[in-house]
């Protein structure tokens, strides 16, 4: 069983960074591939980026390709979502997710295990 427990959301202006951070609850999670997700106020939940359990490989959305980077620390058991040059657009209520398929996947139903959430807002 594999627990997550996303941090580091918060306001910033346009154009501003905020590093979000999920922690992992069992030794499983370090052979998870790890992904980001977000859902905005009457929007589905849709794909950010995602990462292999070595870091190997990554994929990330196209409309945050140059902005955004995931990484994962397993010594740590954490992934990161480091945001930069965020857009009003970008405000969204953002999850960390962990899939036991073992390359990078977009589609939310490879995802086995989910965090609560946590809110990332950017005012223009």
């Known amino acids: 069983q594999v627990q997550l427990v996303e941090s580091g959301g918060g306001l910033v202006q346009a154009g501003g960074s905020l590093r979000l951070s999920c922690a992992a609850s069992?030794?499983?999670?370090?052979?998870?591939?790890a992904g980001w997700f977000r859902q905005a106020p009457g929007k589905e939940r849709e794909f950010v980026a995602a990462?292999?359990?070595?870091?190997?490989?990554?994929s990330y959305a196209d409309s945050v390709k140059g902005r955004f980077t995931i990484s994962r620390d397993n010594a740590k058991n954490t992934v990161s979502l480091q945001m930069n040059s965020l857009k009003p657009e970008d405000t969204a209520v953002y999850y960390c997710?962990?899939?036991?398929?073992?390359?990078?996947?977009?589609?939310?139903?490879?995802?086995?295990?989910w965090g609560q959430g946590t809110q990332v807002t950017v005012s223009s």
């Open positions: 997710a962990a899939s036991r398929r073992t390359s990078v996947v977009a589609a939310s139903f490879n995802y086995n295990y």
């Open positions: 069992g030794r499983a999670f370090m052979a998870y591939t």
């Open positions: 990462i292999t359990w070595n870091g190997g490989s990554t």
